[in-house]
C-alpha cells in the first residue's frame, strides 16, 4: 500500500514522514549512539558501526524506512551507508553544515539513491534542524568546496527549515541541497543518517566501484542482478 507522496518527493525532492520510529527503537538507537560518541566532541559523526553494531545492523536491514526505500527506489534496494550525528549544545559554529548535497560527498551513478534522515531528539531552528532548497536535487551534482573536515557547495537561496519530532523522519534524494545550522539549545541534537540505492549503482568516488562490491553495502529487499 502506498503511504508516500510521490509526485511531491520527486518534485522537491524530500517528504517528511511523521512517527517512523516509537520510542523503543529511539532508546536503542540512542543508547548504541553513546556507545560510540567521543562525548567532547562539538558536532561528532560516527559512520559505518554496522559491523561493530547488532542492533544497528538489524535497524539498517529491517526496519521500519525499509518499506519507505521501496516505494521510492523500486522492489530492488541495497543499504549503502549510515551514520549518527550530534549537535553539542551552546551554539559553537562549530556545530554549523553547512550547504551540501549527499552525493557531493559520496556521488553515486546513476543517481537512484535516497537518504533517509532521522530526528533522535526533537529539531528546530534553535538547536539545528535541517534546511532544504526544495527542487534543488534537479540541478544534477553541484561543485563542493573543502571546509576544514565538511564539503560546502555554493548557495545563495535561504532555503526553508524542515522541524522535526523525535522520531520522525526526513525522506530525501541524494542531489538535494541542505544543511543544519550550529545548536543554540541547551541539550544535544541528535540524528542518524540511513542511505539506500538501488543494486546497480556504482561509488563514483571509488573508482565507479559497484556498490554492492562495498563491505558495508548489502541487499535489503528484492535481489541483485
Known amino acids: 500500500m502506498t503511504v508516500l507522496d510521490l509526485d511531491r518527493f520527486n ?31 562539538t558536532l561528532a559523526v560516527d ?20 518499506p519507505l526505500a521501496v516505494e521510492v527506489l523500486g522492489p530492488d534496494v541495497c543499504f549503502t551507508h549510515q551514520q549518527f550525528i550530534s549537535k553539542a549544545p551552546g551554539g559553537s559554529d562549530q556545530t554549523d553544515v553547512p550547504w551540501h548535497q549527499d552525493s557531493g560527498y559520496g556521488r553515486l551513478e546513476p543517481p537512484t539513491d535516497l537518504t533517509v534522515w532521522i530526528a ?41 527549515p524542515v522541524p522535526m519530532s523525535a522520531g520522525d523522519a526526513l525522506l ?15 541539550s544535544p541534537r541528535l540524528a542518524m543518517y540511513v542511505r539506500y540505492c538501488t543494486p546497480d549503482v556504482v561509488m563514483v568516488n571509488a573508482g565507479n566501484r559497484p556498490v554492492l562490491e562495498d563491505g558495508f553495502s548489502w541487499m535489503v529487499a528484492g535481489e541483485a542482478d
Open 120 to 160: 533522535l531528539t526533537d529539531t528546530d531552528e534553535t538547536n539545528g534542524c535541517l534546511w532544504v532548497l526544495a527542487g534543488s536535487h534537479r540541478d544534477g551534482v553541484h561543485p563542493h568546496d573543502r571546509t576544514g573536515r565538511l564539503l560546502a557547495a555554493s548557495v545563495a537561496d535561504a532555503g526553508i
Open 172 to 186: 530525501f534524494s541524494g542531489h538535494l541541497l541542505h544543511r543544519s545550522l550550529p545548536n543554540r539549545g541547551k
Open 11 to 41: 518534485t522537491e525532492g524530500y517528504l517528511l514522514h511523521k512517527q517512523l520510529l516509537d520510542a523503543a527503537t529511539m532508546r536503542t538507537l540512542e543508547r548504541e549512539h553513546r556507545r560510540f560518541a567521543d562525548p567532547d566532541a
Open 47 to 66: 559512520v559505518q558501526l554496522v559491523h561493530r553494531s547488532r542492533p544497528i545492523r538489524e535497524f539498517v536491514t529491517r526496519g521500519p524506512q525499509v
